[in-house]
């Protein structure tokens, strides 16, 4: 089976700063793009930012300059670097990743359990 766990979540005043990490395990032949997703109450899960195993980085446009992502690929682990945190910013953040059990086998979704981020004074 895999796993994709989540850690690093927790309660942020306003411009404070907090780093995600969210590590794959299991059965794994390769893993394609990882990334982070969040959900605000009564909003639809929406990306925040992903990267592939080359490198490559896709942010939204609501966290660019203030978010990085990045990752090891020999701890299978993704991180989420937040900076100059926002009120709005509060939501729970899943990790997703694209990841292959076998050579043969297509890649699929896999996601994490989610860890809340919540950003108040």
């Known amino acids: 089976q895999v796993q994709l766990v989540e850690s690093g979540g927790g309660l942020v005043q306003p411009g404070g700063s907090l780093r995600l990490s969210c590590a794959a395990s299991?059965?794994?032949?390769?893993?394609?793009?990882m990334g982070w997703y969040r959900q605000a109450p009564g909003k639809e899960r929406e990306l925040v930012a992903a990267?592939?195993?080359?490198?490559?980085?896709n942010y939204a446009d609501s966290v660019k300059g203030r978010f990085t992502i990045s990752r090891d690929n020999a701890k299978n682990t993704v991180y989420l670097q937040m900076n100059s945190l926002k009120p709005e910013d509060t939501a729970v953040y899943y990790c997703?990743?694209?990841?292959?059990?076998?050579?043969?086998?297509?890649?699929?979704?896999?996601w994490g359990q989610g860890t809340q981020v919540t950003v108040s004074s």
């Open positions: 299991g059965s794994i032949f390769s893993i394609n793009a």
């Open positions: 997703n990743a694209g990841i292959s059990k076998t050579w043969y086998q297509e890649a699929r979704d896999y």
């Open positions: 990267i592939t195993s080359g490198g490559s980085t």
